[in-house]
């Protein structure tokens, strides 16, 4: 084993989340192991970091099948991935310090050792969280910005419709909806998570799906005069409801479609896809990361947003890392409000 004693701060051991198999249909939490790995010393060039937050997304159930996709599946017994904030405890790179806090994709572990090439500083912004890095200025706002602005080119005055609304994406698009002047309609599948929509976040309609068994009709009555965007993270019976209800020229940005990543089988499309001919209608699918080069732009906006109150959020926090499975597992029967987290040290 390396000697860590130049570094009192380095630990012997290290502890992270390994996928033992690709698990069919929902994951359960012993498709994953936590194992102690040895902490190795920097050499010129790297950076070790002690990771504070790690995020769990939904993309990464795509990531646990062996399936071809965008992104290459998690290796079996080796660390996962994903974004976490984290803090320099030894660097041989003099852009780094100790105590410097930084975002990377190591993720699922409590150390990392990286080439400084994979590390990039928080921005300057003390009156912001660091995990806001991981929540509404991180990826998953970037998200919401990108689908809205890039994919829905949304404009004041227009009806956008969030599934998913409550989660780390839905509720900065509703939010970023509602500063552009549109008239807001967001999905949950949780009283609580409405309440917070309607009060908190201030949209103007909300449907609880779990408590229709129509959502077109619930639509009905919350978009009378149809919908111009329609922001899916769901799927299903949402994105057929949806297509009832797009009006002339909509637009459908396909974020993800978190009903059907745990299927077994391949769900039935929607039955309803000629609406996109008759309404004249776009769908387009992105990928966030495809449009990374605008991320600086998106904090700029993002940071003066939360700064003048017009973006704001929550998080459900699970703590430790040998609860990141279950944090990962709860995203699919809504455990979370907001960014989903684990805090892995003070
Ligand atoms: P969320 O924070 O929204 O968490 C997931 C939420 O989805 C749950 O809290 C739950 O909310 C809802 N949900 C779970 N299962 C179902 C279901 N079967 N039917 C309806 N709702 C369900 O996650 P994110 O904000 O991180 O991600 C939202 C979507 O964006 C996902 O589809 C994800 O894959 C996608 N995404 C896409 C990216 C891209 O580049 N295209 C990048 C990042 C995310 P509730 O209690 O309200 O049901």
């Known amino acids: 084993m390396t000697n860590t004693s130049h570094f009192p701060e380095i630990p012997e051991t290290a502890q992270e989340v390994h996928l033992l198999r690709y698990p069919s249909g929902v994951p359960a939490p012993d498709d994953f192991s936590i194992v102690d790995v040895p902490v190795l010393k920097p050499l010129d060039g790297e950076v070790l970091i002690e990771n504070i937050w790690m995020s769990v997304d939904p993309y990464m159930r795509g990531r646990m099948s062996p399936r071809k996709s965008y992104i290459p599946p998690f290796a079996l017994n080796a660390p996962m991935e994903g974004h ?66 890039k994919i829905a080119r949304y404009q004041a005055g227009e009806t956008v419709f969030v599934s998913a609304a409550a989660g780390a994406v839905g509720s900065v698009a509703c939010q970023l909806a509602k500063a552009k002047g549109c008239r807001v309609i967001g999905s949950t599948g949780n009283a609580d998570k409405a309440d917070w929509l309607k009060n908190t976040i201030g949209i103007d309609s909300v449907i609880n799906y779990r408590e229709t068994d129509d959502l077109s009709a619930a639509l009905d009555d919350a978009a009378p005069h149809g919908i111009d965007v329609y922001y899916e993270n769901v799927g299903g019976p949402h994105l057929e409801a949806a297509l009832d209800h797009i009006n002339i020229n909509g637009r459908i940005a396909v974020c993800g479609m978190i009903s059907v990543y745990n299927d077994r089988e391949k769900a039935t499309g929607p039955r309803n896809l000629f609406r996109l001919t008759a309404q004249r209608a776009r769908m387009e699918g992105f990928i966030v990361s495809d449009h990374w080069s605008s991320y600086p732009e998106f904090v700029r906006e993002g940071v003066d947003l939360v700064r003048s109150g017009a973006l704001t959020w929550r998080e459900t926090v699970y703590e430790g890392l040998n609860k990141a499975p279950d944090a990962f597992i709860g995203l699919f029967d809504g455990k979370n409000t907001g960014k989903m987290l684990v805090k892995l040290a003070a």
């Open 84 to 149: 976490a904030v984290g803090r320099v405890i030894a660097s041989r790179d003099k852009r780094f310090t100790e105590g410097d806090l930084v975002t990377s994709m190591t993720g699922w572990r409590s150390h990392a050792l990286l080439e400084r090439d994979y590390l990039h500083p928080l921005p300057d912004t003390p009156d912001i969280p660091e995990q806001a890095f991981l929540g509404p200025l991180g990826m998953p706002g970037m998200t919401a910005w990108v689908g809205l602005n």
